[in-house]
T-cell receptor, first 109, second 113 residues
Framework: GQQLNQSPQSMFIQEGEDVSMNCTSSSIFNTWLWYKQEPGEGPVLLIALYKAGELTSNGRLTAQFGITRKDSFLNISASIPSDVGIYFCAGLYNNDMRFGAGTRLTVKP | KAGVTQTPRYLIKTRGQQVTLSCSPISGHRSVSWYQQTPGQGLQFLFEYFSETQRNKGNFPGRFSGRQFSNSRSEMNVSTLELGDSALYLC????????????FGDGTRLSIL
């Protein structure tokens, strides 16, 4: 279940702005994952992080695995209308996977 | 490669009935997990199957059960349906059991009347 603190809960931004969201936990994880979910669809894996300190990009998306292994952030640069959706973080330790409550992103053209 | 396929996409049932949902994982993936997603509770883990064995179980009543077949396909069953079981049920697959990213299907939207 959800045991990750994800913030912010929602964001309303203008097209072209950068976005930042993060996840924190009281537990350590071996893997951090970021997903995006659009209405009527399942979550789609955006970025997977496997090592503390790792910084990974996927197009305009950049995510980092925190040094303490208890947090991760996701940045989206130069947002566009199709970035709209709910972004979830997930932490994985052995076979225990926990999710954040999600960040709902709205992009105004 | 085809993604995770869930059937049916939508289902309407009444209280007391039972339902079976199906999931076909990505080809080559051997681990299948099931989640319940509701607006209030978010993503809640139900169970995970690997090599036809349940390896992990969430905190759901015994009315929720599942199984996995030798071809890694999985089914989830909910008996004696309650109004609160209305949710999006998501299946996710990964290559193996353990620290593996999971890939989700588009879910089955179950509505209980």
């Amino acid at each position: 279940g959800q045991q990750l603190n994800q913030s912010p809960q929602s964001m309303f931004i203008q097209e072209g702005e950068d976005v930042s969201m993060n996840c924190t936990s009281s537990s350590i994880f071996n893997t951090w994952l970021w997903y995006k979910q659009e209405p009527g669809e399942g979550p789609v894996l955006l970025i997977a992080l496997y090592k503390a300190g790792e910084l990974t990009s996927n197009g305009r998306l950049t995510a980092q695995f925190g040094i303490t292994r208890k947090d991760s952030f996701l940045n989206i640069s130069a947002s566009i209308p199709s970035d709209v959706g709910i972004y979830f973080c997930a932490g994985l330790y052995n076979n225990d996977m926990r999710f954040g409550a999600g960040t709902r992103l709205t992009v105004k053209p | 490669k085809a993604g995770v396929t869930q059937t049916p996409r939508y289902l309407i049932k009444t209280r007391g009935q039972q339902v079976t949902l199906s999931c076909s994982p990505i080809s080559g993936h051997r681990s299948v997990s099931w989640y319940q997603q509701t607006p209030g509770q978010g993503l809640q883990f139900l169970f995970e199957y690997f090599s036809e064995t349940q390896r992990n179980k969430g905190n759901f009543p015994g009315r929720f059960s599942g199984r996995q077949f030798s071809n890694s396909r999985s089914e989830m069953n909910v008996s004696t349906l309650e109004l609160g079981d209305s949710a999006l049920y998501l299946c996710a697959s990964s290559e193996n059991f353990g620290n593996q990213p999971q890939h989700f299907g588009d879910g089955t939207r179950l509505s209980i009347l």
